[in-house]
């Protein structure tokens, strides 16, 4: 009799395995369809192509990163972004860009960085960038510091209940006339008298 039972518990037991297993499969279907029909929906795309030249001669630029940033709703970037090359003509494209706002940044050694926001719009897209030399940079600060000099060090930190008094300047000496250079900016003594 336990033999008799064994076998009908595996008979139970792998016909409910067979039905599970087909409503997994329907539901396994049923996902993957809907996830492909969000995908290939009504979002149309466009396949953007970028050339990268030089601005001052037109010669392309080979090896340039074109990153490619999505731009919200309120013209903020988003996290997400995808970096192409250049090949040797300059050029490189992505298929499958979204309609709407793109920000585009290009970086190319001894280059200016270029980055510049795109409305995408069409179904095929050419841009063309032209990346110019960098320029001589100036400093509000005036000239840079020379290399020999030494940096200030920093003044110990004063405490107001310890703080050392100022140390009086010597008064100054009255310099006789017989050592004392004559001063080349002040004016020639004069034998006249101010007329007043």
């Not at 979002?43 to 731009?71: C, M, Q, W």
């Not at 940044?105 to 990346?131: C, H, M, N, R, W």
Request: glycine share 6%; proline share 11%; with cysteine.
């Amino acid at each position: 009799m336990s033999n008799r039972v064994w076998q009908v518990t595996l008979h139970v037991q792998s016909a409910y395995n067979m039905r599970m297993k087909r409503v997994l499969a329907w539901v396994s279907l049923g996902l993957l369809l809907g996830l492909c029909g969000d995908a290939l929906a009504d979002e149309p795309t466009s396949n953007v192509r970028f050339s990268v030249i030089r601005d001052y001669n037109g010669k392309p630029i080979r090896n340039a990163s074109v990153v490619l940033h999505p731009v919200g709703k309120k013209g903020k970037q988003e996290r997400s972004g995808l970096q192409l090359k250049t090949d040797s003509e300059g050029n490189t494209n992505f298929d499958g860009v979204p309609y709407g706002p793109l920000r585009i940044q290009v970086l190319a050694p001894g280059f200016q960085t270029y980055g510049e926001d795109f409305d995408i719009s069409k179904p095929d897209t050419q841009i063309t960038i032209k990346l110019k030399r960098p320029v001589d940079q100036y400093s509000v600060y005036g000239s840079k510091p020379q290399a020999d000099s030494a940096p200030a060090a920093p003044a110990p930190p004063v405490d107001s209940k310890t703080q050392a008094k100022p140390e009086p300047k010597p008064e100054a000496k009255p310099q006789s006339t017989s050592d004392t250079k004559p001063d080349a900016t002040a004016a020639p003594p004069s034998d006249k008298q101010p007329q007043l």
